[in-house]
């Protein structure tokens, strides 16, 4: 095995950029992780069912994602079953269970992400 080398002049930009950061960056608060707490947008979600094929078995993940706020979503696996049909079953009336609103008038769509596709 072959040792790494990091050249001088490289390190003392390391150096210097982490001594830096430590003066520019700050400390996070307890508040930065209210989020994790504060379930009050969970009313106001659009259940999405994504099932996925993972070590031989079908998952289902239901995706929590705020109407208005898209970025703000949960991710949750629910359960696992062998088959594809069972799964996809079973997603649909756990996604029904979950939903606040059961018409499904909640929805989310990709454009609403703002992403740049190119």
Same mark, same amino acid.
């Given at each position: 095995?072959?040792?790494? *080398?990091?050249?001088? /002049? &490289?390190?003392?930009?390391?150096?210097?950029?982490?001594?830096?950061?430590?003066?520019?960056?700050?400390?996070?608060?307890?508040?930065?992780?209210?989020?994790?707490?504060? #379930?009050?947008?969970?009313?106001?979600? !659009?259940?999405?069912?994504?099932?996925?094929?993972?070590?031989?078995?079908?998952?289902? *993940?239901?995706?929590? &994602? *705020?109407?208005?706020?898209?970025?703000?979503?949960?991710?949750? /696996?629910?359960?696992?079953?062998?088959?594809?049909?069972? &799964?996809?079953?079973?997603?649909?009336?756990?996604?029904?269970? !979950? !939903?606040? #609103?059961?018409?499904?008038?909640?929805? /989310?769509?990709? #454009?609403?992400?703002?992403?740049?596709?190119?």
């Amino acid at each position: 095995m072959k040792n790494f *080398h990091l050249d001088p /002049v &490289a390190y003392d930009e390391l150096l210097n950029l982490m001594n830096n950061q430590h003066f520019t960056d700050k400390p996070g608060e307890q508040s930065d992780m209210d989020f994790l707490s504060d #379930d009050w947008w969970l009313r106001d979600t !659009a259940v999405i069912e994504n099932i996925v094929r993972r070590d031989g078995m079908w998952e289902i *993940h239901l995706v929590f &994602a *705020h109407y208005q706020e898209p970025q703000k979503l949960i991710k949750r /696996v629910i359960s696992r079953y062998p088959s594809k049909k069972k &799964a996809e079953l079973s997603a649909w009336y756990m996604r029904r269970l !979950a !939903a606040k #609103d059961q018409r499904g008038t909640l929805t /989310v769509k990709l #454009d609403d992400f703002g992403l740049c596709a190119s």
